[in-house]
C-alpha cells in the first residue's frame, strides 16, 4: 500500500478512510455575557467554560469575563458528516455546553448549545448570589435548549 503524504500547510478535506465520504469543518461562535440576577450589574472574573457533547464533559475552552461582564468570543469547531443521519446538510451544528462559576453565585450549566457555521450564538448569563447563610450552596442552575427539529 502506498503512504500519501500532504502538506502540514495546504488545506484539505478529511476523508473517511473506509468510504471517502467528506467531513466538513467549519467553526461557529459563541458569545457570552454574564450579569447579576437582577440584570444590571455584570460580573468581572466569571470563569467561561465550553464543553463538548459527549458521554463525558470534555473542556474545549475556559475563559474569563471582562469588567463588563463580556467573555471573549469562543470560537469553536462546527462538524458536517454526511454519514450520520441525524445531521442536516442544510443546517449543520455540533453540541455544546456550557458552565458559568463565579466566586458567591450558584453555578450555572447550560446544556446541548447548537452551534452553526459562521453564526454566533449569544448568551446572556443571569447569576444568582448564594444567601450567607443557604444551607446547600452548592446547587447548581441547570438550563437545557431544545434541539431544533425535535
Known amino acids: ?27 461557529g461562535f459563541i458569545k457570552v455575557k ?6 444590571d450589574i455584570p460580573l468581572e472574573g ?10 463525558e464533559l470534555v473542556p474545549i475552552e475556559t475563559v474569563t469575563t471582562d469588567e463588563n461582564g463580556d467573555a471573549p ?16 446538510p442544510e443546517y449543520p451544528y455540533t453540541d455544546y455546553n456550557i458552565r458559568v462559576l463565579h466566586e458567591n453565585y450558584y453555578p450555572v450549566l ?22 450567607i447563610n443557604a444551607p446547600y450552596p452548592r446547587r447548581e442552575r441547570t438550563t437545557t435548549i431544545p434541539r431544533i427539529g425535535t
Open 73 to 88: 468570543i469562543l470560537e469553536i469547531p462546527v462538524a458536517y458528516n454526511p454519514d450520520i443521519a441525524t445531521m442536516d
Open 34 to 39: 454574564v450579569i447579576t440576577e437582577l440584570g
Open 110 to 131: 447550560i446544556y446541548d448549545i447548537q452551534v452553526f457555521p459562521n453564526i454566533t450564538t449569544d448568551f446572556i448569563v443571569n447569576m444568582t448570589r448564594i444567601p
Open 1 to 27: 500500500m502506498n503512504a500519501k503524504h500532504f502538506n502540514i500547510c495546504e488545506p484539505y478535506k478529511v476523508r473517511n478512510l473506509l468510504n471517502l465520504t467528506p467531513i466538513i469543518n467549519e467553526t
Open 46 to 55: 466569571s470563569t467561561v467554560t465550553v464543553y463538548a457533547s459527549l458521554a
